[in-house]
């Protein structure tokens, strides 16, 4: 796969040892597109509404012409994740505000299934911790992953993120569907972990 332009959106690039996070532009629907498409069933359970979402290229464009007119407004900041060695796209890491022009926000991710277990999501998950706070000014960011996500768990305790509530969504439950109780993680800009990220 060839390594993505410079973003037109914006000048933004967060660099780690061994990532480019960079803003999506539209030349990145393929990439997108396929990442979702190889690992749509395992990620439906946790991304719903963007795997059902993007299902074809010109999903994954519309969704990414979406993420710039979010990104530009200030609120959602969504960037793939590169590899540096090889230039490929291996997933995504979104940054959202909880509510417009508040300092408070919410990190997700995912990763395609090849990438998982190298520490390339904690990697790009302290970059992204650096930026809300560095950059965009925030106070806090969440993370959310269900209970039994030992990975993410981990994830967001190597990370600085503590445990503070864990919750059963109000959804409907189905056989296909089961409410999952949810744990809630957070880091604050004057935590005492933050100059380790």
Not at 6 to 24: C, H, N
Not at 94 to 111: C, I, M, N, Q
Request: proline share 7%; glycine share 6%; net charge neutral.
């Amino acid at each position: 796969m060839p390594s993505p332009h410079t973003p037109s959106v914006t000048s933004i690039e967060l660099s780690t040892e061994r990532l480019r996070i960079l803003p999506y532009t539209p030349e990145m629907a393929p990439d997108f597109w396929q990442l979702l498409d190889q690992n749509r069933e395992r990620l439906l359970p946790d991304f719903p509404d963007r795997t059902t979402a993007v299902v074809t290229v010109q999903d994954a464009l519309n969704r990414i012409r979406v993420f710039i007119s979010q990104h530009r407004a200030g609120d959602l900041y969504s960037f793939g994740i590169w590899r540096k060695e090889t230039g490929d796209y291996i997933g995504d890491i979104t940054l959202r505000r909880l509510a417009r022009g508040k300092p408070f926000s919410e990190v997700g991710y995912y990763l395609g299934a090849e990438a998982e277990g190298h520490g390339y999501v904690t990697e790009a998950l302290k970059a992204m911790v650096r930026y809300a706070f560095q950059v965009l000014r925030m106070e806090s960011v969440n993370l959310r992953c269900a209970e039994t996500n030992e990975k993410s768990k981990r994830v967001a305790e190597r990370s600085g993120f503590s445990l503070v509530k864990t919750y059963t969504p109000t959804q409907q439950e189905t056989d296909e569907n089961p409410a999952r109780p949810i744990h809630v993680y957070r880091i604050k800009n004057n935590d005492p972990t933050i100059h380790l990220l």
